[in-house]
Antibody, heavy 121, light 107 residues
Framework: EVQLLESGGGLVQPGGSLRLSCAAS????????MSWVRQAPGKGLEWVSGISGSGDRTYYADSVKGRVTISRDNSKNTLYLQMSSLRAEDTAVYYC??????????????WGKGTTVTVSS | DIQMTQSPSSLSASIGDRVTITCRASQGISNSLAWYQQKPGKAPNLLLF???RLESGVPSRFSGHGYGTDYTLTISSLQPEDFATYYC?????????FGQGTKVEIK
């Protein structure tokens, strides 16, 4: 069974940093691109960042560019999102999602349950 | 960036009703469109991809159509478990973008 399990969320002060992780299982991790999508309380879905299967191509939303770094360790079947200079508007549930191909222009077919990030003093 | 505009933002319907949600892209996306269903407190669930292809395990009462910039999601006969929020998403170009969502509520 394909599974994604996010971790690393929590309460952080404005300006702080956090690293989210997403442990994948049940598929050949390196063959698929991955994305992070977030959802602020009571709001819609917002794509945050994506990475190719090999990890050589990364993509970012303008809202997080320069503050966030996506990476993956294919030997550990794990996706990461390093976030810094966090703002109140980064408060959201962060989902990792598997794409259906190795590159960016594929849709997301499997989602994790999400991890909650709260930015507040 | 490609903007995705969904309508309506919410609707009220009864069990058995036919429901249609529209999604318009700000430029052509060559059918690179997915639809997701999300229930409160849960992750989104893929319903359709490539505008009209049903994901495995999704009931056939869900269907999708469209071409170019205009797409629709139709639920042919609304069931109790279909009350949720629905999102369209284009994966034609970076950044991938979502519509703002359509909340389907019980009348």
């Amino acid at each position: 069974e394909v599974q994604l399990l996010e971790s690393g969320g929590g309460l952080v002060q404005p300006g702080g940093s956090l690293r989210l992780s997403c442990a994948a299982s049940g598929f050949t991790f390196s063959s698929y691109a991955m994305s992070w999508v977030r959802q602020a309380p009571g709001k819609g879905l917002e794509w945050v960042s994506g990475i190719s299967g090999s990890g050589d191509r990364t993509y970012y939303a303008d809202s997080v560019k320069g503050r966030v770094t996506i990476s993956r360790d294919n030997s550990k079947n794990t996706l990461y999102l390093q976030m810094s200079s966090l703002r109140a508007e980064d408060t959201a549930v962060y989902y990792c999602a598997k794409l259906t191909g190795p590159f960016y222009n594929y849709y997301m077919d499997v989602w994790g349950k999400g991890t909650t990030v709260t930015v507040s003093s | 960036d490609i903007q995705m505009t969904q309508s309506p933002s919410s609707l009220s319907a009864s069990i058995g009703d036919r429901v249609t949600i529209t999604c318009r892209a700000s430029q052509g996306i060559s059918n690179s469109l997915a639809w997701y269903q999300q229930k409160p407190g849960k992750a989104p669930n893929l319903l359709l991809f490539a505008a009209s292809r049903l994901e495995s395990g999704v009931p056939s009462r869900f269907s999708g159509h469209g071409y170019g910039t205009d797409y629709t999601l139709t639920i042919s006969s609304l069931q109790p478990e279909d009350f949720a929020t629905y999102y369209c998403q284009q994966y034609y170009s970076s950044p991938q973008t979502f519509g703002q969502g359509t909340k389907v509520e019980i009348k």
